[in-house]
């Protein structure tokens, strides 16, 4: 089997905040009833909790986010993902779900310095309310980036962690490069 | 700028991440209908200066369709609800009703 590589091989970019590639993911999407007793617990058996409606638990590597009310994305390491998938549809063979890894179907990064320096980089491109009342560490924001989607969270007071589709990785790597540029700071936050 | 919040998620969206559906509640007239319901069902739609019911798409987010009650005068929002109803729910009905007196949903007199 081929090597998996990240889109962006490892890029790390500095401007007023640091955007780094958070390397490889694993990233399994589930589409279940998140109500039914028995996906939870075979989430449970596999390892991982159920987050609540727009929150996520644990963190990249090893988690849960809330990516719509029938929907889950899996963090976990990338080299488990094929062996947790299938620990998850053997668990739910007799449900209507969907379990699939997309692991290298998105590109991760990394956005670290600052907290209210990388609250503002992802302000000026997406129209979610990033204030920390609003967008706490720990709940997940699904939104765009510019012009494509993404999703993010805060992993601590300075760090977030922002998922996209792996197509356009290089677009959303320079659109946050362009805004972090220094001299370009608002300090809104 | 029309600011919406997500009933399936609590997201409070931009209007620029949602994708607009039209007018909510028309009831589909197919196979068996006469020639004036369908052209009716297919292109006559409501495009009121004032209380207005529309479907939305939270495609930036959770991907879910939901309902909003808005004015299309002023852009006050009275309220989004489940897109599983064929008519506004009584809570919203009585947001409009607070806000505009004399409103009336269009089967009650
Ligand atoms: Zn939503």
Redesign the pocket.
């Known amino acids: 089997m081929p090597e998996s590589v990240t889109p962006l091989d490892g890029a790390t970019c500095s401007g007023f905040v640091t955007i780094k590639d958070a390397g490889l993911a694993g990233m399994i999407l589930l589409r279940a009833d998140l109500g039914d007793t028995d996906v939870v617990s075979a989430l449970q058996g596999a390892g991982f909790d159920l987050p609540d409606p727009a929150e996520l638990v644990g963190e990249l590597g090893n988690g849960a986010l809330w990516m ?1 009310p029938d929907e889950l994305m899996i963090l976990c390491a990338h080299d488990e993902a094929e062996a947790i998938v299938a620990t998850l549809a053997e668990a739910l063979s007799e449900l209507h779900v969907l379990v699939a890894n997309v692991s290298d179907a998105r590109a991760v990064f990394r956005l670290s310095g600052n907290g209210s320096a990388v609250r503002e980089v992802l302000a000026k491109l997406s129209p979610a309310d990033l204030r920390q009342a609003a967008l706490p560490p720990g709940r997940v924001r699904r939104t765009r980036l510019a012009q494509v989607p993404a999703a993010f969270w805060f992993a601590s007071d300075d760090e977030a962690v922002l998922i996209c589709f792996r197509s356009v990785a290089g677009y959303v790597l320079e659109l946050l490069l362009k805004v972090a540029t220094p001299g370009s700071e608002v300090g809104h936050f | 700028m029309l600011i919406l919040t ?6 409070r ?1 931009d209007e620029t991440e949602l994708a607009p559906g039209g007018e909510a509640h028309l009831k589909r007239f197919g196979p068996g209908s006469s020639d004036e319901e369908f052209e009716d069902y297919l292109f006559m739609r409501a495009n009121p200066n004032g209380v207005h019911f529309e479907r939305w798409r ?1 495609v930036y ?4 369709w ?1 309902h909003a009650a808005r004015n299309t005068v002023t852009l006050e929002v009275y309220g989004t609800y489940s897109a599983q109803v064929h008519a506004p729910p009584q809570e919203i009905r009585d947001a409009v009703s607070n806000r505009v007196p004399g409103w009336h949903w269009k089967d009650e007199s």
């Not at chain 2, 997500?6 to 997201?11: L, R």
């Not at chain 2, 987010?61 to 879910?64: A, L, P, S, Y």
């Open positions: 719509s | 997500c009933p399936y998620c609590g997201v969206c939270h987010g959770c991907g879910k939901f």
